[in-house]
């Protein structure tokens, strides 16, 4: 027998829902503020990390944008080159506190061991072991080491000198080269920033490089206002001894683009690595790029 | 004692009033909470000075020359400001009322805070303790005003629990709750788009109302440029309620409204700015070509930060979801149920049916002398069905769907769409309406009681959820989101906008003002000077905290700084790293646990 409900059961259904649904959404109302983690619940959960936290250690918030939260207790043990990290890969441990069931995209690795798994309040704080890469060579921290040329139409090649800030090209003008902490897609990033130069390419290398199985390169552009204000794109290309690999386009809608190349031909092996970068409309054009060499 | 007769009529009046004083007084006991964004201030600023005009004007007037006051150059010097930006209904209100209504302390320390020099100390009627409460109070006013029509026009249509239940959830949505207090103009022009559509409407019978049409759309064109759209869904909704005269290959009759719109208008907006005087023509032109090329501001939407119209297919398709997805998340998830079980009786109804039973009066087609029924000019809707579902459809869906196209900014969320508000709590209404009547038939004739208690019940019922949220989400009602997205943390995490333009540091001010030494040297990132200042006037900061300026070389001076959580602003993060030596804030100020402001100390470790 099939249950078919009169046009009054309906209509007295649909006074039923919505009184509900009224019901139900001032109560959330109420409630759901005391939902939210408390001071306390923040200090007891940094006491935990904190009294776990070994150097090297990565710590996140989950969802992400409880983050200026974290740092407020935990900021010391996040200095910029983590809170600005390229990638989540190079750290073996991970500290992830988080809130209302959400995960940190560095915690969801499916290698992944939870060592600990503590709540404090509304805060749960779980310590991940995972394996991780080895950092053979961090291109950002040897910027310094980085030598600039710029090679125009026909070939020409001329050195560009470090001043300050910026490089001098001979017969090519002056442009940006330094470590910075940067904005890609809106997120802080630490990498070495530069500008394609007009009608030439800007090549930058680094002369030896201790090579592991992989060179992991992440690029994008800089800055809200100049993604904003230019459409041009950027080409790069990275060569590793006499290998060379186009990386995507870099243009204002491509993110911070992660790139990794295959090394394991010439792991252990120093050589150098240069990369190249040209646009044919260079104006506005912040490219920023990280790199590391892993084991 | 001999009692009032208390008429139909004159009740309705009463509920009006109580209505709009109800909105006046909620208004009034909860806007100072809420701080003061870059727009709000220089609103403030602009209103002073246009009363300056006045000032001097009054002077030249006493002095005999009163001509001093309309040469170019003095008319530049006060109605320059703020222009060709907007037009000055609004902030010669906002000056005027501050004028009226300030606690003047203008002689004392803050006297060179003023945008034009105080003489001497104003003499006043001290309502407000505050100088920016007197600037918002006519805002407020139009709030109010708004909640009082739309009872109004709601009675038209429906008894008077839901025709209240109508007015009171048009205020009670906490998106539409923080514009309606603030000295900007996007609930004002609300209100006057709902004065012109009911005006409108009424002219639809009554030629009366075709003029009053015509001055209402003038003094909206004098309010906001969104009064450009209003004609637009005027004549959708004509053409198609009169759309029996094409099959017959008849073009509609011209309504007095639309003429009355077309003359009225441009001559009040004309009249209604001086700045435009100086030379019409060319000022109109910058007026309008400022908001056809108006820049995209950076604004959040589903994660992603448009600050340009977008050029890929996808992007485009979600930016084009944009005011529909915001009205979603951001109005009382009870409020859209009942108004999308008005908008279905709407549709359902049939042509020349009242729109609920009480409305067949009033729906009805003028009874009379059969000359009333001709088609007319002065009462275009006398001889056709008015199409109510058309009417209200094209006035909710028309803000919105213009706010959908890819191209147009949206840097203000639902402040650009706030005009279809109105109509939306309408349809609750009507739904409201519906609901009662079911579960009056529902009951059994023996629950006598319960069927009379159930109307107001219902209505009471349905108000609280919208009511408890609006409450909930000041002073930040720009990061509130509702059940279905989860509140502050679901449009977190959803990925939507949780403020603009440096409103929601005022919480924070006490903590601010007690950080001497260092507050000499802060950088206020988003906050306008013109916020600081009157922040100062209005004794919530010490005169002597400092303000370092915009951008890096702001951060670079200064040895205290806050930042506002928008994604545009990440840059603004690393120069505090950088020069501040520390990832680690001292403070971030949160609504349920959601970061909206954070406050950076150089040095700290």
């Not at chain 1, 983590?82 to 506190?97: G, L, P």
Request: one cysteine or more; aromatic letters at 10%.
């Amino acid at each position: 027998m099939t249950f078919r409900p009169s046009r009054r059961q309906l209509t007295l259904g649909a006074v039923i829902v919505v009184a509900s649904l009224a019901v139900v959404e001032t109560t959330v109302a109420l409630v759901a503020p005391a939902l939210a983690p408390t001071d306390a619940d923040w200090v007891a959960a940094a006491a935990a990390v904190r009294a776990g936290f070994r150097p090297g250690d990565l710590i996140v918030a989950a969802p992400g944008w409880a983050d200026p939260i974290l740092r407020v207790h935990l900021g010391d043990l996040i200095p910029p080159e983590v809170a600005a990290r390229m990638d989540d890969d190079r750290f073996a441990r991970v500290w992830e506190v988080s809130q209302r069931g959400a995960h940190a995209p560095a915690a969801e690795a499916a290698t992944a061991t939870v060592a600990r798994d503590e709540r404090f309040g509304r805060l749960r704080v779980r310590l991940l072991e995972r394996p991780a890469e080895t950092v053979t060579y961090d291109f950002v921290a040897h910027g310094a080491d980085a030598r600039l040329t710029r090679r125009d139409l026909r070939g020409g090649v001329a050195a560009c000198a470090p001043a300050g800030d910026r490089v001098n090209c001979a017969a090519g003008g002056s442009v940006l080269f330094r470590r910075q902490v940067v904005e890609v897609e809106q997120k802080l990033r630490e990498a070495l920033l530069t500008e394609p130069l007009a009608n030439a390419a800007l090549a930058i290398e680094f002369p030896a490089v201790p090579l592991g199985r992989a060179l992991v390169i992440a690029t994008g552009l800089h800055d809200t206002w100049m993604r904003k204000a230019a459409r041009g794109t950027v080409e790069a290309r990275v060569t590793v001894g006499d290998q060379t690999t186009e990386l995507p386009v870099t243009d204002d809608d491509s993110g911070w683009t992660r790139t990794r190349i295959d090394t394991s031909a010439r792991a252990g092996q120093t050589l150098p690595v240069r990369l190249e970068i040209t646009s044919a409309n260079p104006y506005d054009r912040f490219f920023a790029f990280a790199a590391e060499a892993r084991q | 004692m001999r009692r009032l007769p208390l008429s139909p009529r004159r009740l309705d009046w009463i509920i009006t009033a109580i209505l709009a004083l109800g909105a006046v007084v909620w208004l009034l006991s909860v806007e100072g909470r809420q701080g003061i964004g870059r727009d709000e201030a220089q609103y403030f600023r602009a209103g002073e000075r246009y009363w300056g005009w006045f000032s001097e004007l009054s002077d030249n007037l006493a002095a005999g020359h009163p001509g001093r006051s309309f040469t170019a150059s003095d008319i530049d010097r006060y109605w320059g400001d703020n222009a060709p930006d907007h037009p000055v209904v609004m902030k010669v209100l906002y000056g005027i009322s501050w004028r009226a209504f300030h606690t003047c302390h203008c002689t004392g320390a803050t006297r060179s805070l003023h945008p034009v020099p105080i003489r001497a100390r104003h003499r006043t009627l001290p309502l407000f303790a505050r100088e920016s409460t007197a600037f918002r109070f006519p805002a407020i006013l139009f709030a109010a005003l708004l909640v009082g029509m739309v009872y109004r026009f709601a009675r038209r249509w429906l008894p008077r629990g839901p025709a209240a239940v109508a007015a009171v959830l048009t205020l009670a949505q906490p998106h539409f709750f923080f514009h309606a207090q603030i000295s900007c103009f996007d609930a004002p022009i609300a209100t006057m788009a709902f004065a012109v559509g009911f005006a409108y409407w009424k002219s639809l019978r009554d030629w009366r109302w075709g003029l009053a049409t015509g001055a209402l759309f003038g003094i909206s064109l004098g309010v906001k440029h969104n009064a450009w759209l209003i004609p637009f869904f005027l004549v959708a909704h004509y053409v198609w309620m009169r759309r029996g005269d094409l099959r017959a290959r008849r073009l509609p009759r011209v309504p007095l409204a639309f003429l009355a719109m077309l003359v009225l208008g441009p001559l009040i907006f004309l009249a209604h700015w001086p700045w435009l005087w100086v030379s019409p023509l060319a000022r109109t032109r910058a007026y309008v070509e400022r908001h056809l090329e108006h820049e995209h501001y950076n604004f959040e939407y589903l994660g992603f930060n448009f600050n340009q119209p977008p050029t890929t297919t996808k992007m485009k398709w979600i930016r084009a979801t944009a005011p529909f997805v915001e009205t979603g998340l951001t109005v009382p998830v009870t409020t859209l149920a009942l108004a999308a079980l008005g908008a279905g009786l709407l549709a359902r109804r049939r042509r020349g049916a009242p729109v609920a039973p009480e409305s067949a009066e009033s729906e009805a087609r003028p009874a009379g002398h059969p000359s009333s029924l001709r088609p007319s000019w002065l009462r275009p809707g006398a001889d056709v069905d008015r199409a109510p579902g058309a009417f209200v459809l094209v006035q909710t869906l028309g803000p919105l769907s213009v706010l959908a196209v890819p191209s147009t900014p949206i840097f203000g969320g639902v402040k650009h769409f706030l005009a279809a508000m109105p109509y939306l709590a309408l349809l609750a209404g009507l739904g409201l309406d519906w609901l009662i009547r079911v579960a009056a038939e529902g009951l059994p004739d023996a629950r006598a009681g319960l069927r009379r208690a159930a109307p107001a019940a219902l209505a009471v019922l349905v108000c609280l959820p919208a009511l408890v949220e609006t409450r909930r989400s000041h002073p930040d009602g720009l990061g509130h989101y509702n059940l279905l997205a989860g509140g502050f943390a679901g449009g977190a995490s959803l990925g939507m906008n949780r403020q603009f333009w440096g409103y929601s540091v005022l919480p924070m001010l006490p903590d601010l003002d007690r950080r001497v030494p260092e507050n000499r040297q802060f950088f206020w990132h988003d906050v306008l000077s013109d916020a600081i200042w009157m922040y100062k006037r209005d004794g919530r900061l010490s005169l002597e905290v400092g303000n370092t300026g915009f951008g890096e070389e702001g951060i670079a001076r200064s040895e205290i700084g806050i930042l506002f959580y928008e994604k545009h602003w990440a840059k603004y993060e690393a120069w505090f790293w950088q020069y501040y030596g520390t990832t680690k804030p001292v403070e971030v100020r949160a609504r349920e646990g959601v970061p909206l402001v954070t406050l950076y100390r150089r040095g700290v470790r």
